[in-house]
């Protein structure tokens, strides 16, 4: 079903999120968009300006009646994740994302055209964006705070100082289930391992065949949000079938490729290697068994999964067998997907750690992930632990990145504001709930600890992955409890 986004309904907020769908928004390729921000802020005549480390911070005075109340700073940030299918030509630097509307079971919903959507956290910046842009809200002293960089590295949300914002209350718009309220969020790490890998030059490479093994059409997803739903890891899969195989068919790899970024879980993997021309039969039936065996272990959860073996030209190396053996049994014996689940709040995953890249690049071979966890010592422990297994298989490790986890605040005011607003308007108490991704808030109470947190956002599925869609009533809703949020801010000087 093809329909223009521009004419839903919250149209001010639709109208602004397809403005950012025109424009790139890879993290560190945000430029170009928050210029075209900046514009309309000037139309608007909004005072404006970046901070040192780039994050846009858009300021408005309270409307006629309401200067009394608490400021507040709307927040989301710019950026989004590149993911597409693997026969898809866009070009994310480039190209704007092709929405249109399906309808489901579940109702319409807006989604991408084999890409990412951006409704991570393009929705939320749009919200308000639309709240700045209007003269027919009532409201508060408000600031916008937009940040760079959250999807690879959260480095807008490191870098903001102090001195930079005037609001007492956050809205944060980054979670993705209307109807409920978020009060804390997981911490995360980087952990790189680096395994060098001798190349030699095949011999006799008239009496072997090349061949490419590819894994696609996995769900993939947020590697926070979906990493205990079950679903397959390509890196993993393709690795255990080398695992398997690698030794009884006499593979020789020349190259491997799974994964892209470190918050998504990866959906396609590649390998191209040789075999002896004998072990070819034996190579199809192993293919055969493999991809039988997989498919009926994850037949509930993975009905698009595909594994195809196909003849390819003969490289001019491959990697030293024993070396790459480390690899193999690196890779297999990292852990991949929940650890523990919280035990104060009920189905929320506590710890987890996303096996996100395996890549060779000539004499090496790179292995990204990302650990999370609720509690930052488990996280570092977590880190600790997979260097720890990587440096067995005589790998270089790296522990970087670390950002802090939100811990939940039990006497915020705000969240009996903001759960008393959302039973007014829907005769219901929103779900309060902690959540297994690394908000910006954690990182934000360090420069403003003083700030009361709260994080709500619309209805959206598959973040970080091609099959990213919003549900439109939920957009509707949640644009609403927001301006209801708004005119329902308590005043400076009335007690918590």
Request: glycine letters at 6%.
């Amino acid at each position: 079903m093809q329909t223009d986004i521009q004419s839903l309904a919250p149209k001010p907020l639709w109208n602004l999120f397809h403005v950012l769908t025109q424009y790139p928004r890879p993290s560190r390729h945000e430029e170009a968009v928050l210029c075209a921000i900046e514009a309309r802020c000037n139309e608007h005549h909004l005072e404006h300006f970046r901070d040192e480390i780039g994050n846009l911070i858009i300021r408005k005075p309270a409307t006629k009646g309401f200067e009394e109340l608490k400021g507040v700073v709307m927040q989301g940030h710019i950026d989004m994740v590149p993911q597409k299918n693997a026969d898809s030509d866009h070009d994310f630097l480039t190209d704007p994302i092709q929405t249109h509307v399906i309808e489901t079971e579940s109702g319409r919903w807006v989604t991408a055209k084999d890409t990412t959507l951006g409704a991570d956290n393009g929705i939320g910046v749009a919200a308000a964006l639309a709240v700045m842009f209007a003269d027919d809200i009532e409201h508060g002293p408000l600031e916008v705070l937009i940040t760079i960089d959250e999807e690879s590295g959260m480095t807008g949300a490191k870098g903001l100082t102090s001195d930079s914002l005037q609001g007492e209350v956050l809205l944060n718009l980054d979670t993705e289930d209307e109807g409920e309220l978020y009060v804390g969020c997981a911490g995360g790490v980087d952990v790189t391992a680096t395994l060098t890998v001798a190349q030699e030059k095949l011999n006799e490479p008239e009496h072997h065949d090349a061949f490419e093994l590819s894994i696609t059409g996995l769900r993939g997803g947020h590697s926070g949000l979906d990493i205990h739903t079950g679903r397959g890891n390509a890196c993993k899969l393709l690795n255990r079938f080398l695992l398997e195989y690698a030794q009884s068919l006499s593979i020789r790899v020349a190259s491997i490729q799974g994964g892209t970024l470190r918050n998504a879980i990866p959906r396609e993997a590649f390998c191209t290697f040789v075999i002896p021309k004998t072990n070819r039969a034996s190579l199809n039936q192993a293919v055969e068994r493999f991809s039988h065996s997989i498919m009926e272990e994850l037949q509930s959860v993975e009905e698009n999964l595909s594994i195809n073996l196909t003849a390819t030209t003969a490289p001019e190396n491959v990697y030293a067998a024993q070396d790459f053996d480390h690899v193999i049994k690196a890779v297999a014996a990292c852990y991949h997907g929940a650890i523990r689940m919280s035990p104060d709040f009920e189905g929320v995953v506590e710890s987890s750690n996303n096996l996100a890249v395996v890549q060779s690049n000539e004499d090496r071979i790179t292995i990204l992930c990302l650990a999370r966890s609720l509690s930052d010592s488990a996280r570092d422990d977590i880190a600790r632990s997979l260097s720890a297994t990587f440096q067995l298989a005589g790998a270089t490790t790296d522990i970087s990145g670390e950002y802090p986890g939100w811990k939940p605040d039990p006497q915020s005011h705000m969240l009996q504001v903001l759960s008393d607003v959302y039973q007014k308007q829907y005769g219901h108490i929103p779900k309060v709930k902690v959540i297994h991704a690394g908000l910006e808030c954690g990182l934000l109470s360090k420069p403003y600890p003083n700030w009361d947190m709260i994080s709500f956002g619309p209805t959206i599925r598959h973040a970080h992955s091609p099959d990213e869609r919003v549900h439109i009533a939920s957009v509707e809703k949640f644009w609403d409890f927001l301006l209801a949020i708004l005119v329902a801010i308590p005043k400076r000087y009335e007690p918590a």
